[in-house]
């Protein structure tokens, strides 16, 4: 096809509005949000893994950064106020979000926790709003119910309204259309274009193309030479053809689950605690078997009664689902975390890396047949417990964390299911 027919297409195109909803410092957002006396401060989340997750505005002002170690910003700012994450509450309001967002579309895509897309094509008439409108009133309630800040993106396709919305940050809304796409390409570098890795843009800038409006002028045969057919779909999105559709099934897919402990009376007891590690564990697996993933990564963490974390990472072998894999790894790194005569309160584990369960292969020691073993039994007990209930069947390792949560002391149970972070 070449460039006059793609113009043809473009021309004969019905013309889609779709609508990009990012939040503002999303997870310091929502503490803010719970708090109102941290707004205008400088804080940071990610305490309870040692890195920057999250910060807000004014903590960015100062240098820090996404990932950096929490014990530099201590000693190096030591004014910023650091929280660990309350990912129960990070879900909770990004669902709200998003229904706010489906009072007035009804294809809305949830990209990520603070990320969606939708459709508006069309809705001008019957809701009685222009386009802009409805995202001003999106915005306002999102504001106004939540205590949320959010930056919109109205674009004829899904690739434009991501570079709308990014646009103006914080508290923005850009409009994109097709006969002002050029003013934002050109300012745009082209590895900040959604889909466009490192990898491609050293490639990309290699050819000389270093702004998204240079990609947008090379010819269509060009970018099918040189690169693979999705750099076609990215060229189509930003000359405004509506490509890449709003895929609005509900996401099922976790790049992370955690699972974590608090415990009264704090405690160094080496049973109680490998049990609590192993109820975490348990329930960390029965999640990721549920969504059919496996992890290649799993990370613990204790933390102490000063609130100082311990952690350890360590890389499967053999990826699995499987509580009697990942309770074997933890056993020897428990070795490397745990001191005597240190007093702890908690305790965490989080599956990293998941990816499909049909996707594990093999490998040359027979780690993967003994982890299906396994995964075969879990899943029996899996369908029990769907039917019958919880905690029904269990590991041995487990059982002295589920007496002592019947007696209470288990005081509170942190759900880091992070969609699609």
């Known amino acids: 096809m070449d460039n006059g027919v793609q113009k043809n297409k473009i021309n004969s195109q019905k013309i889609k509005t779709i609508f990009h909803m990012d939040g503002d410092a999303f997870f310091v957002g929502v503490e803010v949000a719970k708090n109102p006396k941290l707004k205008g401060l400088p804080v940071v989340t990610g305490e309870e893994r040692g890195i ?11 240098g820090i950064t996404r990932g950096m170690p929490i014990f ?8 910023v106020l650091i929280l660990p994450g309350d990912y129960k509450s990070y879900a909770r309001y990004s669902s709200m979000m998003f229904d706010i967002v489906k009072r007035y579309a009804d294809d809305v895509e949830e990209y990520s926790i603070d990320e969606c897309f939708a459709d508006l094509t069309g809705l001008e008439p019957s809701l009685k709003m222009t386009y802009k409108q409805i995202a001003e009133r999106i915005k306002l309630e999102v504001n106004e119910e939540l205590g949320l800040s959010i930056s919109i993106g109205l674009a004829p396709t899904k690739v434009l309204a991501k570079v709308a919305s990014k646009w103006i940050k914080p508290n923005g809304l850009t409009i994109i259309n097709r006969e002002n796409i050029s003013d934002f390409l050109i300012k745009t570098p082209i590895e900040k274009i959604w889909g466009i890795g490192p990898r491609t843009s050293v490639l990309l800038n290699s050819y000389g193309i270093k702004t998204a409006q240079d990609f947008y002028l090379k010819k269509i045969e060009w970018i099918r030479e040189k690169l693979s057919s999705p750099y076609e779909v990215i060229w189509q ?8 559709e709003i895929d609005p099934k509900p996401r099922t897919e976790y790049s992370s689950i955690q699972r974590t402990r608090s415990f009264h009376p704090f405690t160094n007891d080496k049973v109680f605690l490998l049990s609590q590690f192993s109820k975490n564990i348990e329930e960390a697996c029965t999640k990721a078997r549920h969504y059919s993933l ?7 963490f204790l933390k102490t009664k000063d609130f100082v974390y311990i952690n350890c990472v360590a890389t499967l072998t053999s990826p699995s689902n499987a509580p009697e894999i990942l309770i074997s790894i933890l056993q020897n790194k428990f070795k490397e975390m745990y001191k005597k005569g240190i007093i702890y309160r908690t305790t965490g584990v989080t599956l990293h890396d998941l990816v499909p369960s049909h996707s594990s292969q093999a490998d040359l020691f027979g780690g993967t047949e003994r982890a299906g073993k396994f995964e075969h039994i879990h899943k029996h007990i899996d369908f029990i417990e769907k039917k019958y209930g919880k905690h029904l069947v269990y590991l041995a390792s487990t059982l002295n964390a589920l007496k002592n949560k019947k007696k209470g002391t288990d005081s509170d149970d942190l759900d ?5 972070l």
């Open 52 to 62: 920057v997750s999250a910060l807000s505005y004014e903590a960015k002002a100062l």
């Open 416 to 420: 880091r299911d992070l969609l699609f």
């Open 72 to 79: 530099r910003v201590k000693k190096d700012f030591p004014k």
């Open 294 to 300: 496996i992890p290649k990564k799993i990370s613990f």
């Open 237 to 244: 999105e930003l000359h405004g053809i509506y490509t890449m």
